[in-house]
């Protein structure tokens, strides 16, 4: 069974950082494409970024690019979001994904919380 484990989420000021991680087991981690998607409150869920199984291909939203990092550690089988200078509009759940291409969503975790604070 693929689960997807997001930890990190919480509150932070505005221009400030937190980093997301989200550790996978039930599948070949290093064989999918791995993502961060997220849903603000009375919003639809929104791509955010995305990291390649070969190659080393990231692809972010316009929203988050300069702002925003994803990596993945596949010895530890783990995706990381480092998000830099937060705005209260990245106030949002935010889902680690894996899956196919540059928009994984096969698989998701349960979501992990992130307020930003004006």
């Known amino acids: 069974q693929v689960q997807l484990v997001e930890s990190g989420g919480g509150l932070v000021q505005t221009g400030g950082s937190l980093r997301l991680s989200c550790a996978a087991s039930?599948?070949?981690?290093?064989?999918?494409?791995v993502g961060w998607f997220r849903q603000a409150p009375g919003k639809e869920r929104e791509f955010v970024a995305a990291?390649?199984?070969?190659?080393?291909?990231?692809y972010y939203a316009d929203s988050v690019k300069g702002r925003f990092t994803i990596s993945r550690d596949n010895a530890k089988n783990t995706v990381y979001l480092q998000m830099n200078s937060l705005k209260p509009d990245d106030t949002a759940v935010y889902y680690c994904?894996?899956?196919?291409?540059?928009?994984?969503?096969?698989?998701w975790g349960q979501g992990t919380q992130v307020t930003v604070s004006s």
């Open positions: 039930g599948l070949p981690f290093s064989i999918y494409s």
């Open positions: 994904t894996a899956g196919r291409g540059s928009r994984p969503n096969d698989y």
């Open positions: 990291f390649g199984w070969s190659g080393g291909y990231t």
